[in-house]
């Protein structure tokens, strides 16, 4: 993803953050990963299991992200497209 110390980086489909937490080091304390998802359960889950990292969750739709354009310098979403409204889905 080409990201190192000071970038953002957006996780949409986080789930429990482990991606999140992979990717924080690389970021480093001045960079941030943002991660987002559907549940708050899981959401729930990565903010506890991950607070000591410079990662923020964040309950979300995918399809409607509360996040103005060029706002993360790389987005990630893995195995995400199987679980959106497949008329969202083939617009990507």
């Known amino acids: 993803m080409n990201v190192g110390l ?3 980086v ?7 953050g482990e991606v999140c937490a992979d990717l924080a080091p690389l970021v480093g304390a001045t ?11 899981l959401i729930e889950r990565a ?9 923020r969750f964040e309950v979300g739709d995918a399809e409607a992200l509360a996040f103005h354009d060029a706002t993360f310098d ?11 409204d497949p008329a969202f889905a083939t617009q990507y």
């Open 10 to 16: 957006l996780d949409v489909g986080c789930g429990r």
């Open 47 to 55: 903010r506890e299991a991950w607070r000591d990292l410079p990662c």
């Open 74 to 84: 790389a987005v990630r979403a893995e195995r995400l497209l199987q679980h959106l």
């Open 6 to 8: 000071g970038s953002s």
């Open 31 to 41: 960079g941030v990963v943002v991660g987002v998802d559907a549940s708050t359960d």
